[in-house]
Structure formats: structure tokens, C-alpha cells
């Protein structure tokens, strides 16, 4: 399995929420397949987007496309870190 980890703060959390939300089915179609939002504990406009997707292809192809970048401008997201991850083992204790 392949995930994206994303770093970035952002303006104003609600402002950024609502276009995460509307991003949803260009996320889904892009080959994302599930996701989690978390912040940190003290800084709730430092927020980390995990996701699994398809192929780090698919997620590059997105995460670089114009239209995305602009959907992070206008969402106020500020100099965003995109961490490749591949799966090397699971598990629940």
C-alpha cells in the first residue's frame, strides 16, 4: 500500500475544512482511497492529511496539478510538506 503524508499550516482551519470537503470527489477520482485530517494538540491551524491512495503516481499527478495547487492558495495553506510512504507492516496491540 502507498500513502501520502501531508504537513501544512493553514490561515484558518474552517476556511481550509470546507475546501478539503469540497476536494472530495477529485480526491476519490484522482485515487485516494481513504483518509484521516488530524491537527496538533496545541495548534489547531497546523494540520497532517494521511491518506492511502492507488499508486504515488496518482497521488503526485495530483498533489502537482495547477488545479490543486490553486485549490491550496485560495484555501490558505502555507508552504505544505508531502511525505511518500510505503506500508511495511500493520498491526494493532
Known sequence: ????????EVKD????K???DNAAGILR???EFEYQVLKYELDPNKVVHFSRWK???HARNFFQSAE???I???AGVKA?????LDLLEAGTR
Open 68 to 70: 490543486v495547487e490553486e
Open 29 to 31: 477520482d484522482a485515487g
Open 80 to 84: 505544505p510538506e508531502f511525505i511518500y
Open 55 to 57: 499508486s504515488h503516481g
Open 18 to 20: 470546507q475546501a478539503f
Open 1 to 8: 500500500m502507498q500513502y501520502v503524508l501531508i504537513i501544512h
Open 72 to 74: 491550496r492558495r485560495k
Open 13 to 16: 482551519y474552517a476556511v481550509w
